[in-house]
């Protein structure tokens, strides 16, 4: 390890230029470690100062007890995780499984397991504070935990949602516990090509459909998700929450690509200052001046025209915007920081807002059903401020947002306009820009990183016998 090192050390030192194109040189100790078992340690390179530096995955989670403890008390897995979630002792309990009927409450259910009404009251002034007693849910279920020969339970747990339990002591030293089954978190790569849309593309491969969330967020200033094409690829490297074995939930997406007729975008999460962004591999700030689009979810239905026909006057006329097709109360965001010049009712635009951003650049928001509380003109806006909701009023055929942009005054296509980036990533913090996402690219550049590997192993002079 340390001599293939040292000759990695010299091809940079002999090559300076190599820097920019080799930086992912930690992809190949990686790699080593991941593929030869008996590499016990993980080394990154920093090919700036010629270091090296142990990487550390973290895995979250609490002790479990022991196999020996869940043979010896005859627990099943369920009972053994209430045992060290709420910390009750180890027992050979006898279980009995539930729902909360329809008007059930806490007292009838109590009740009827041979719990005395003072006791219950006990209880619920003991939790009060944990949990409002009132707010059981029909259909949840609940475990009660019998000691054996006992005919009154010593312990209830109300399942409140998919990872967060009550637990309930019934016995003499009462007691209220909420806690959530601990996650853990894995990282998945997925790759979806796009036949329909990104969502249901993502649910016919097999894949978690939230990942479409977090590559909407990634690439939310450089692609239209409104304008999908078939034959458009997504790659994603993603944290993974799972409970019980099972994927709940999704994390930051930490690297992913979109391609379209061959040409690639990349995005790398990377910490900035303390604030978590994206950049392209070149240190590039994803984030643009304004979002390509002031709606999240929703589809295009009309779009900018110099001659539409006008769908209830059925006259010809411009329409210099876009219409966004999407259900009533749908949030719209300003698609970039900016002050509220107008906040009106027209005949023909219904509830609209418009927001100056600058010298250049003006939008308008038309048929809105309501504004956003407390936003009136003269209010600073932020990129991303919900400014109100999908309608249809004043002169429109259904629920829809008309978006419009001008350009020094005159009216230009949102779809096509060009935004400036936010602040790259300074050039002190590009060595460890490069070296952080580094493991990263080669699941996103896949043959990138392979060819790489070969150039620094024919460099260092190793090579392989045949099998």
Known sequence: MFFLATKIEKFFHYFPFSYKYFHFAPFFLNFVERECEHYEILQIYFPDNHSFSNRVHKKIGRK??????VEEHFLDEKTATFCTLFEIPVYPYQ???AVIKKNESFSTLLLGRGIGQPKIYQIAQTGRGVFDMRKLQAGNEYTLLYKEQEEVPSYMIYQENYRTYVCFSLEDSLWVRRQEIPLDIEEKYLEVTIERSLWQDMVDA???PLVANGLSE???WTTDFFGLQKGDVFKAYYQAYILQGREVDIGPVLAASFT????ERLAFRYVC???PGYWDQNGVNLQRTFLKAPLKYSRISSGFSYARRHPITRVVRPHTGVDYAAPTGTPVMSIGDGRVIERTYTKGGGNTIKIKHNSVYTTAYLHLSRFAKGLVVGKRVAQGEVIGYVGSTGMSTG???DFRVWKNGKPINPLTMES???????????AHFLASIAPYRKYIQPDLYRDTALKILEFAGVTFADQ
Not at 64 to 69: A, F, I, N
Request: hydrophobic fraction near 30%; proline fraction near 11%; charged fraction near 30%.
């Open 206 to 208: 097999g894949q978690n």
């Open 95 to 97: 279980t009995e499984e």
């Open 260 to 263: 379209r007729s061959g040409e």
């Open 218 to 220: 990634v690439f939310a």
């Open 420 to 430: 400036p980036p936010a602040d790259p990533i300074a050039e002190d913090n590009m």
């Open 273 to 275: 200052d303390s604030v």
């Open 399 to 401: 629920p829809h947002l």
């Open 64 to 69: 479990k007890l022991s196999t020996e403890e």
